[in-house]
């Protein structure tokens, strides 16, 4: 298994980490997702990624947002794309 596809397979096991419904863990695991966040993903993106995925975590009912696999989508698939133009230019 490639290393992208590592960080898939880790991306969906963190995402249903956060859909644990036991009250306060949110409170535990929204600055730890940040910080697994800046370092799955490095750079601004990661930064950026790190505090949307504090926010969400935080805010009651929106954990059924899949951050870290949002992340790996916009990394892998988007951003991929998007320097595949800018070198074939």
Partial sequence: MSKKYKKLALSLV???IG?????????????????IMTKMYKGKEGK??????????????????????IMWIYTYIINKERVQEIVGN
């Avoid at 859909?19 to 910080?35: K, R």
């Fill in 19 to 35: 859909l644990v419904p036991i009250p306060f863990f949110d409170v535990i695991w929204a600055p730890f997702s940040g910080y």
């Fill in 48 to 69: 950026i990624a790190g505090i949307v995925s504090l926010i969400e975590e935080i805010i009651p009912f929106s954990d059924i947002v899949p951050t870290f696999t």
């Fill in 14 to 16: 963190l995402d249903a």
